[in-house]
């Protein structure tokens, strides 16, 4: 079994659709958490990055984390074809070392 | 700018061949990080370095081999050994904030 469990999709939504995407893990230890955006062929960029259980909200981002559940999730409002990349969620302990998702891939249809 | 630069964008190389990609960053970071990334596959670590002339192998080293004799720079070694070496290659900088920024990656091609 991964540490980090992410449905690779790919995820098609027309455009102004609410876009959800999940991520399991089974490392209690993880303290932050992280969402990045990938765009074909580029470097990630970060999007989101939260180290409690809850909400926090960025313009059309909301990032969800629920520690007891072992589950984070990422919501996209009002999506734009702008939006269509691979998703990475990503975690960690107090550590220096990073454990990913495989990415989930999104296209958002104009 | 502040960020991080690898070079160069596009790389080919012959089966049997050393090859060389270069990461260099004015974040002013300590901590340095090199992934793999293959289709369906997510990210990988090869090698990571906290702090210059230290460096620990990550969970596929095999194949690969690093130096970190300055601050800014992490170069990462693809050698013949590696037996699938094709992929693209993320260099990444951990900062203070304990979130990691990532360069635009290499693609390396192998024939």
């Known amino acids: 079994q991964k540490e980090v469990e992410q449905d690779p999709g790919p995820l098609s939504v027309p455009e102004g659709a609410i876009v959800s995407l999940n991520c399991t893990y089974s490392n209690s230890a993880f303290q932050y958490f992280m969402w990045y955006r990938q765009y074909s062929r580029k470097g990630p960029e970060l999007l989101m990055y939260t180290y409690s259980s809850g909400n926090k909200e960025d313009g059309r981002f909301t990032a969800q984390v629920d520690k007891s559940s072992k589950y984070i999730s990422l919501f996209i409002r009002d999506s734009q074809p702008s939006d269509s990349a691979t998703y990475l969620c990503a975690m960690r302990e107090n550590d220096y070392k990073l454990s990913f998702g495989a990415g989930t891939t999104v296209t958002v249809r104009a | 700018d502040g960020g991080i630069t690898q070079s160069p964008k596009y790389l080919f190389r012959k089966e049997g061949q050393n090859v060389t990609l270069s990461c260099e960053q004015n974040?002013?970071?300590?901590?340095m990080y090199w992934y793999r990334q293959d289709p369906g596959q997510g990210l990988r670590l090869i090698y990571y370095s906290q702090i210059v002339n230290d460096f620990q192998k990550g969970d596929i080293a095999e194949g690969y081999s690093v130096s970190r004799e300055k601050k800014e720079s992490f170069p990462l070694t693809v050698t013949s050994a590696q037996k699938n070496p094709t992929a693209f290659y993320l260099c990444a900088s951990l900062a203070g904030t304990g979130v990691q920024y990532f360069g635009p990656g290499t693609r390396l091609t192998v024939t």
């Open positions: 974040l002013n970071h300590d901590a």
